[in-house]
């Protein structure tokens, strides 16, 4: 349960344009799409899909460190990752079993399969979109327990994108046609609650000293 009674009181550290923007973010976030970026080799890619994340409302990323390790390149997120939930996972094994276990199918993204376009993708189910790294794409874990694969359709010579603008493009089709379609795709009320209080605990300077005093106040 949400503490509303401490969101309350938070929220008088706020100007009401920021809780009126927080409003009308919320509104447009999702995790009826999530993404998955599985062991990026360059930290600025992972970040830009972070951005892109935030950008067009998808409300949950998941990095998969196996072998990289990394931290987020914030100079490139250009603070995205104070405003997008992002989790990390030791391997790609766990993430998957993480996202079936909350209702996702696996949609590995690959300029090598046939399976779908993305202008032909169909959103019928919470989605966790897989995107790869640079130098050798997704893992064969991924490959061989994905639901379905999308690929972009290319019309030049070259027959991949960058990372980060593969998921920027696909982000941004799917989002807008989810928006667009009947399925309930929103945050719950709860789920809206939670991030406005964690928003706004991120928009306060002196957060900490402000929940001291709060709760000697309670």
Not at 9 to 16: A, Q
Not at 73 to 90: H, P, Q, S, T
């Amino acid at each position: 349960m949400i503490d509303q009674q401490l969101l309350s009181y938070l929220e008088d550290f706020i100007s009401e344009e920021r809780k009126k923007r927080f409003l009308e973010i919320l509104e447009e976030r999702t995790n009826y799409i999530t993404v998955v970026v599985e062991d990026v080799f360059q930290m600025h890619n992972a970040s830009a899909v972070i951005r892109s994340c935030e950008v067009f409302g998808v409300q949950q990323a998941h990095l998969v460190e196996d072998r990289y390790g990394q931290v987020l390149d914030k100079n490139i997120a250009m603070g995205a990752e104070k405003w997008v939930d992002v989790l990390r996972y030791e391997n790609s094994k766990k993430c998957i079993k993480t996202l079936r276990n909350n209702g996702y199918k696996i949609i590995a993204t690959s300029p090598h399969r046939d399976d779908c376009l993305l202008q032909d993708f169909k959103i019928d189910d919470k989605i966790a979109l897989f995107f790869g790294t640079e130098r050798d794409g997704l893992s064969n874990e991924v490959l061989t327990e994905a639901d379905g694969f999308l690929k972009i359709g290319m019309q030049g010579f070259t027959e991949s994108l960058n990372i980060s603008v593969s998921a920027a493009i696909i982000i941004q089709h799917l989002t807008t046609k989810l928006k667009a379609s009947r399925q309930d795709w929103g945050l719950t009320e709860e789920e809206k609650l939670a991030k406005r209080l964690d928003w706004t605990k991120k928009s306060i300077k002196s957060i900490d000293d402000i929940l001291t005093r709060y709760h000697k106040l309670s």
